[in-house]
């Protein structure tokens, strides 16, 4: 099945840099969403965004829906040692509230 | 708010054998989705349930996998027999229908086929 291309697939950072990831589509959506995944667990909902251009902040991230509606981007200000996970994005055209997701970005922060 | 429920967390199985897994939504949603997630990659659909109907099961690979929902509440994901490939973690979601559509997700069930 499709999935979207997520950038860079991995990153290993030092404590207190910035991150920044994205995503690309082939195709339209109406709705991207940002979630983090961790070990053992399910996906976690950090971000959801409606419109092109919107920009959206959720503490220290910060995402924004892109204008050509086929990417979205994903920023982590300062980060910290739990903020290392695997961070998804999923797209929808809303016509069915069905989503594609992303092959994912692995964050790791070295203390 | 209780979140989605599922279980078994862990689930190892021998190949041919059968599997079943159940996933309890939030109260109120009324979409339901199962998802594969293979080992490094995102999750991928399987089926997703409107109430107790079928909107789309187009990648569920429909000779060995079966999902119902009975009664529009919770659902189970069967699987038989299983295959090596299935290895796997299932995850299910769900969400209030309508715009701004969100889904959260269960922790998942991790499935290894021996």
């Known amino acids: 099945g499709q999935q979207l291309n997520q950038s860079p697939q991995s990153m290993f950072i030092q404590e207190g840099e910035d991150v920044s990831m994205n995503c690309t589509s082939s195709s339209i959506f109406n709705t991207w969403l940002w979630y983090k995944q961790e070990p053992g667990e399910g996906p976690v909902l950090l971000i959801a965004?409606?419109?092109?251009?919107e920009l959206t902040s959720n503490g220290r991230l910060t995402a924004q829906f892109g204008i050509t509606r086929k990417d979205s981007f994903l920023n982590i200000s300062a980060s910290i040692p739990s903020d290392v996970g695997i961070y998804f994005c999923a797209g929808s055209d809303s016509g069915t509230y069905k989503y594609i997701f992303g092959t994912g970005t692995r964050l790791k922060v070295l203390a | 708010e209780a979140g989605v429920a599922q279980s078994p967390r862990y689930k190892i199985i021998e190949k041919r054998q059968s599997v079943a897994f159940w996933c309890n939504p939030i109260?109120?949603?009324?979409?339901l989705y199962w998802y594969q997630q293979i080992l490094g990659q995102g999750p991928k659909l399987l089926i997703q349930f409107q109430n107790n109907g079928v909107v789309d099961d187009s990648q569920l690979p429909k000779d060995r996998f079966s999902a119902e929902r009975l009664k529009g509440v919770d659902s189970t994901l069967k699987i038989q027999p299983a295959k090596l490939e299935d290895s796997a973690v299932y995850l299910c979601?769900?969400?209030?229908?309508?715009?701004?559509?969100?889904?959260?997700f269960g922790a998942g069930t991790r499935l290894s086929v021996l």
């Open positions: 965004l409606y419109k092109a251009g």
């Open positions: 979601a769900s969400s209030l229908q309508g715009f701004k559509n969100i889904q959260y």
């Open positions: 109260s109120g949603h009324a979409t």
